[in-house]
């Protein structure tokens, strides 16, 4: 990967320039979507961006210049990793990567959750403290099978390069993986049934409580990322073949991500919201055994 | 209206398109609470004009009250309405914050409202039905949206 490719991903595609807007068109979509299935009419796909510019253009409240820049520090932080993450997804077939890359992207993957944990630790809300405690305890039990069905996919594609991995895995360790590492992913969206950190009437907004105006505007504009990296990570890791033809793959990348959307939606809008015990066994009992079957079926199809 | 230029009126739109309320109840008997809630209901749908049900005051930029103010909800009113960033609109729904309703002259009465905090909108009734909640929030919403400048913000 040389310098001038670096950049274009990182600021182009699949980096900013396409995320941004492809961020708030799947949360647009989610919420369309989900007006849908429940009968109502929905808000335009609009929505996302109209209440970021609302969100910003709301005078800030007084607060020390410390603690200011502290909780925008998160934020901020959160923004710049789903960025960097999102540089690093295999879309091409060209793109060789690097060794030991897919350790820095999931490292980037963990970085908002943390932040958020110390967003809501730092708002000093017995609200944002309760959110931050049930996000630290979804998070650690939802890594542990997501982890595990990396680890599967790694030790069978016998590589550590993200291009390597999605291309050369064998498909019955990808299957597993996969569907393990897909129940884990509204969990790390905070989607409905696993909507418990950010729940809104039990715990206000759990770690965002004290979040007003531009820092909620910017803890928006993370989840939206959050949104594409995440869903864009399973889409490249979960399709073994690329066309070769960058546009082909740019569109089908693009398609494949808004119909993972369109299945979490429909999960999220015909569940309830779990408590936090009924989520944890949850995780174990389906992701954790397909990612620990997947881990058996990695070294029994090792180097085929 | 004085055009200030594209920016204002993004955020014009912006604001008249998506709004968070923060509702309040402050002695209320829950049958003003209910019709706010029908407006969330697949009948109403407030969502299609972006309006959203906000758990935290932090993100709201309508308050909304319903209630008379009692004693007891006349100190986390004022408390809550200083935590709603400006600028910020106050619609009263139902007859007891505008005039007391049955209560008035009652020792544990604190309101009407607009002795405590300004109040932009009213809408009467008891309780009013959702169509007028969603009127006078939509007119809660015009007013909000061309609020520029702290002095214009200002609330009387």
């Known amino acids: 990967m040389n310098l001038a490719q670096a950049v274009a991903a990182l600021l182009i595609f699949p980096g900013l320039l396409y995320a941004v807007p492809m961020g708030w068109l ?16 929905g808000p335009p796909l609009t929505q996302p961006f109209y209440d970021v510019v609302k969100l910003i ?60 944990v110390l ?11 309760v959110g931050a405690n049930r996000e630290a305890a979804l998070d650690i039990s939802c890594n542990i099978p997501f982890f595990t069905a990396l680890i599967a996919m790694a030790a069978s594609a016998n590589s550590l390069r993200t291009t390597t991995i999605a291309f050369a895995t064998p498909w019955q360790v990808r299957l597993l993986a996969v569907l393990a590492i897909l129940i884990c992913l509204p969990v790390k969206l905070r989607l409905n049934p696993f909507s418990i950190s950010n729940a809104e009437q039990e715990v206000l907004a759990g770690p965002l409580v004290e979040a007003d105006g531009r820092l909620l505007a910017l803890w928006e504009l993370c989840e939206a990322l959050e949104w594409v990296v995440l869903i864009g990570f399973v889409v490249t890791i979960g399709i073994p073949g690329r066309s070769g033809e960058w546009w082909i793959d740019a569109i089908l990348f693009g398609a494949c991500s808004l ?19 009924q989520a944890t066994r949850l995780l174990w009992r389906c992701s954790f055994v397909l990612a620990a079957i997947s881990l058996c079926a990695a070294f029994l199809f090792r180097g085929n | 209206m004085k055009d200030y230029g594209f920016l ?9 398109r998506s709004a968070f309320l923060f509702h309040f109840n402050a002695g209320a008997c829950n049958g003003c609470d209910i019709e706010l809630i029908s407006c969330l209901t697949p009948r109403y749908d407030v969502e299609q004009y972006g309006i959203k049900l906000e758990g935290s005051p932090r993100h709201a930029d309508v308050f909304v009250v319903s209630g008379p103010v009692t004693r007891a909800t006349r100190a986390p009113l004022e408390a809550v309405y200083k935590q709603l960033p400006d600028p910020k609109v106050v619609v009263a729904i139902g007859s007891c914050p505008a005039t007391g309703n049955v209560f008035w002259g009652s020792p544990m009465i604190e309101g009407p409202l607009d002795q405590i905090i300004p109040v932009d909108i009213y809408v009467p009734g008891c309780p009013p039905r959702p169509m007028a909640i969603v009127e006078g929030i939509a007119a809660a919403i015009h007013k909000l949206a061309s609020r520029h400048s702290a002095a214009s913000g200002e609330q009387v």
Not at chain 1, 27 to 34: F, N
Not at chain 1, 73 to 91: D, K, N, Q, R, T
Not at chain 2, 8 to 16: I, P, T
Request: proline letters at 5%; one cysteine or more; hydrophobic letters at 50%.
């Open chain 1, 26 to 41: 799947m949360l647009g979509t989610e919420r369309k979507l989900r007006a849908r299935f429940q009968g109502r009419i």
């Open chain 1, 57 to 116: 253009a709301k005078w800030p409240l007084p607060r020390a210049a410390g603690e200011r820049a502290l909780l925008a520090l998160f934020p901020l932080l959160s923004i710049g990793a789903m960025i960097g993450a999102a540089a690093l997804l295999p879309v091409f077939r060209g793109e060789s990567g690097f060794a030991g890359d897919i350790i820095l992207l999931v490292g980037l993957l963990e970085i908002p959750p943390v932040c958020m």
């Open chain 1, 119 to 129: 967003a809501g630790y730092a708002s000093r809300s017995i609200y944002g403290e």
């Open chain 1, 259 to 277: 119909g993972l959307v369109l299945l979490l939606t429909l999960v999220a809008s015909a569940t309830a919201r779990l408590k936090l015990r």
């Open chain 2, 8 to 16: 204002y009126r993004l955020v014009e739109r912006a604001r008249e």
